[in-house]
């Protein structure tokens, strides 16, 4: 298939297009480089061996520039990453959050029904089940109150399509709600690549083990949970990327409109990831336990049994793949691209 990939540049699109392409697909990149950079899609066309990424450079609010895209090429489907991602900016910035997501993807999801392709997955995230009724979370514990704003364009997002779907059956759209991808390619070559101080744990982890950071701030050790320590589950970016590709198969069997959790199924606290995160690397993480984290829950897991069963999709890596992959990508690229 030919692949429209919107914020292709970015952590997660950037390893999908290995994926993508290593399936036997094609793809165009539209992207703002507003967090990212192009240097990424250069490495992916090395990694896959080809002279480059097909590229344009836009904003998917431009609706002159995605008519242009959707004129000049054909697409069986898209893949939407195109979004701004950072939940304590989204509370600092309610606006420009609600209009680049939610607009962003209004035109995108116009510009494809005049062009006849109605086919679509779409990033979504397990912050929509807020803090969740049922764990492990399934598809059907019911959607929960997101705390920010970049939780709310997720959520109303999904009721878009939902209704788009219900609306004009001939849309496919699969809808992953994605839990905390981490990790990168085992090349080293691309990597999550954040600006600034990092509000993920992972990336902290990993500028404290570079020297960039003193020492990792634990948010609180007080919580319902094994060590007192927020659970969560890890995956890898890889089994992300490739849980794409499977969600793929919905499209072509015309499945109308699915759910998938797209997680491990396992969880590891804030110390567990610490502790693997020194074993693998050999090098040591200081910490100090500070007060919890506005927005935080204790515990947030899924089954991910549905996406096994329907696309054949399960993850493959474990917590010291994540940290050995998350940790080559840092020590090879101290300061990112
Ligand atoms: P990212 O910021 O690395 O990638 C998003 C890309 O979209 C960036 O390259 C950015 O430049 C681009 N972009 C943003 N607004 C755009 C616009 N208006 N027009 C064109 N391009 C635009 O983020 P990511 O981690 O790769 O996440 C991809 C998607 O997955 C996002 O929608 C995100 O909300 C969602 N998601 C991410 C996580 C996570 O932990 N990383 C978890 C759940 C869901
Ligand atoms: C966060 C977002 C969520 C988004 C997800 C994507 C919040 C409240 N939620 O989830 O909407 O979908 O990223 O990956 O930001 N931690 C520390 N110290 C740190 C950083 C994190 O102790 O410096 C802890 C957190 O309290 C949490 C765990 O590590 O228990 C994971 O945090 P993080 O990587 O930010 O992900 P989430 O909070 O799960």
Known sequence: MNILVTGGAGFIGSHTLIELYKAGHTALVVDNLYNANPEALRRVAEIIGIPEIPFVEADIRDRQALEAVFANNRFDACIHFAGLKAVGESVEKPLEYYENNLNGTFVLLDVMRRHNCKNIIFSSSATVYGDPAIIPITEECPKGQCTNPYGQTKSMLEQVMMDLQKADPDWNIVLLRYFNPIGAHP???????????????????????????????????DYPTHDGTGVRDYIHVMDLASAHVAALQAITRKQGLTIYNIGTGQGYSVLDVVKAFIRVSKVDIPYVIMPRRAGDIATCYCNPDKAERELGWKAQFGLDDMCRDAWNWQKNNPEGY
């Open 187 to 221: 090349s080293g070559k691309i990597g999550e690549n954040p600006n600034g101080i990092p509000n993920n744990l992972m990336p902290y982890i990993t500028q404290v083990a570079i020297g960039k950071r003193e020492r990792l701030g634990v948010f609180g050790n």
